[in-house]
């Protein structure tokens, strides 16, 4: 009997027979007694000649301890640092003020940027509200000039940084679940309430930030902010 090993990758063995001979012989028709006899003397010897040749198969997957198969979500390679309610927003704290030309280009770009993703963005204006302003430095841990940009809780940087990571491909993969803004149940570009504004003249002092107390004296509204805006209920509901 011989053995004849197949060489292309991934697959099994192949043995071949004198029977095999036998029974092409058969089929051809050109059997004969001779051969018969051949046969049988064959048939007597046991020796078997292996000669095994090495199979080109693919090396086993091995993987570590911790290591998986599962996608991971591209969020998770920035540093934790999660603003209230966002981790499940898009947000960004930026300026309207063009007070300073460069800041103010910075946000309107990065902010037009996200919208071409057509992604909801949880816009956190520090010049309307004072309260935005401290919540960034309590995130950062330092007063930083604005845009920065948090997604899902997630520190990703300012305008340059975010504009390297659209420069790379990179910011297109942090954005798969936002796309589809309109769809979503939360979304501040079709708020009912402040038409995406976000914030209200205060109800009780109109924006006066005065208003009468018990005793019929002025005093200082408690409702509104520093510019006299009361923050849209149904956005930060």
Known sequence: MRWFYCTTSGS?????SALDNVENELDSGN???AQSAELKLDSGAHDVVERPQACAMAPPVILEENESLLPVDPSQRFEYRCPPGGERRVVLYLTSLRGIRKTYEDCR??????RCFGVAIDERDVSLHS???QELVDLLGEELSVPRLFIKGHYVGGAEEVARLHDEGRLASLLPEFRLARQMSWNPEHCQGCGGLRFLPCIECNGSRKVRDDEDQIAQCLDCNENGLMKCPVCFS
Do not use: C, I, V
Request: charged content about 30%.
């Open 12 to 16: 099994l063995p192949y043995f071949e």
């Open 31 to 33: 059997w004969d007694e």
């Open 109 to 114: 770009q990065l902010k037009l940027l996200l």
């Open 131 to 133: 309260g935005f302003r």
